[in-house]
């Protein structure tokens, strides 16, 4: 996955205006090439842009960062966006050199360090956690639910010296086909966060199956990447989802007990 934060230079004044251009160009992504990453909107000043509107300022050659989840592995120059046809990203962009290897990275145009805390990834087999999400799922009406935990992260978000902790819990099945899933079956990303001195679980994506399904069919959700989206200092949440026929990245910022999307972008049939 490539989230892609640009740094447009206005001709002629040397200045650089901030804008943030961000591209998925995960292994999960469906694009018509392999080079070619989901645009997912951008920033520009205060205002969060989707797609189209962050298609029209990119000229091509922008410079990108690259991160994976925990590290910032090189620079690349993205292409002008293309308009995508059928299954493929609405807008998609190719990052040049592609890097090779990892199978999620975030592209960021913009200069700053946006990984100014490094993500710890820590064993899922923990008590407090999965009982957590225990929790969560009794409140959605699964009784005696199944608690598998995919993914445990902690990150200080905003830098306030107290962690906050990512947990991603799953049960379907590696084919995300209906007829497969067993009823009780979910998958939910939490956000635990402590406020005003409480423990706060905030549920930040979720699917069931059969109860309360949102989508007909199956979508799995997980973090793909913890960045400083926007350099304002504050980390924002990238999640990925997939869906049988296809899927979907989204960027979440957390102000207090709120979790906003400010960015998504999808692809699939
Ligand atoms: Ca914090
Ligand atoms: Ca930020």
């Not at 490539?2 to 251009?21: C, E, K």
């Not at 392999?34 to 997912?40: D, N, P, R, T």
Request: aromatic fraction near 8%; charge should be positive; include cysteine.
């Amino acid at each position: 996955m490539v989230v892609a934060l640009g740094l447009l230079s206005q001709a002629g004044t040397g200045r650089a205006q901030a804008v943030i251009p961000v591209v998925d160009q995960g292994a999960h992504v469906w694009a018509s090439q392999e080079s070619a990453g989901c645009l997912l909107g951008g920033k520009m000043g205060n205002r969060w842009l989707k797609p189209k509107e962050m298609a029209g300022m990119l000229r091509g050659g922008e410079t990108y960062r690259l991160y994976t989840m925990t590290r910032f592995i090189g620079t690349a120059r993205g292409s002008k966006p293309e308009k995508g046809e059928r299954a493929s990203p609405e807008y998609s962009v190719k990052m040049v050199p592609l890097p090779a290897g990892p199978k999620e990275v975030l592209a960021i145009g913009g200069q700053w360090n946006a990984l100014p805390r490094v993500p710890r990834l820590l064993s899922t087999d923990q008590k407090i956690y999965q009982a957590a999400v225990a929790e969560v799922l009794k409140k959605k009406g699964i009784k005696n639910p199944k608690v598998k935990l995919k993914q445990v992260i902690h990150i200080d978000l905003d830098s306030d010296g107290v962690e906050e902790v990512l947990v991603t819990a799953d049960t379907y099945g590696e084919k995300l086909y209906t007829h497969l899933q067993k009823k009780g079956s979910y998958s939910l990303v939490l956000l635990r966060k402590v406020i005003h001195g409480q423990v706060e679980n905030l549920v930040i994506e979720e699917d069931y199956f059969p109860a309360n399904l949102k989508y007909g069919v199956p979508m799995r959700f997980w973090v793909g990447a913890v960045l400083d989206v926007d350099g304002d200092g504050v980390m924002e949440i990238v999640l990925h989802a997939m869906y049988y026929e296809g899927g979907g990245t989204s960027v979440h910022k957390v102000e207090g007990d709120k979790v906003t999307r400010v960015l998504v972008a999808g692809w699939g049939v």
